[in-house]
Nanobody, 119 residues
Framework: QVQLVESGGGLVQPGGSVRLSCVAS????????MSWYRQAPGKERELVAR????????SYVDDVKGRFTISRDNAKNTVYLQMNSLKPEDTAVYYC????????????WGQGTQVTVSS
């Protein structure tokens, strides 16, 4: 059974930082790319950052480039999202995402963690 469990969200002031974590289980974490998505109120869910299986390749949506960093620890089956210089428009529910190949591709989502940027 695949599980993705996020943690680390909360209320943070503009300009502040927060680190999200996602612990994965039920599949071979080290051979799968991982992603973070977010969904703000009234908006569609969007891809924020993606990291390759080894961590050697990362990509980001333009809005967060230079402020967010995705990383992973394959020994701990964990992917992180370090969020710096936060803005009110970063307020959203953040989701961990994995696409895993069994007999065909399956998509898995975590339960989400709320990040609220407000003074």
């Amino acid at each position: 059974q695949v599980q993705l469990v996020e943690s680390g969200g909360g209320l943070v002031q503009p300009g502040g930082s927060v680190r999200l974590s996602c612990v994965a289980s039920g599949f071979t974490f080290s051979t799968n790319a991982m992603s973070w998505y977010r969904q703000a109120p009234g908006k569609e869910r969007e891809l924020v950052a993606r990291i390759s299986s080894t961590g050697g390749s990362t990509s980001y949506v333009d809005d967060v480039k230079g402020r967010f960093t995705i990383s992973r620890d394959n020994a701990k089956n964990t992917v992180y999202l370090q969020m710096n210089s936060l803005k009110p428009e970063d307020t959203a529910v953040y989701y961990c995402y994995a696409r895993v190949y069994w007999s065909h591709w399956y998509e898995y989502w975590g339960q989400g963690t709320q990040v609220t940027v407000s003074s």
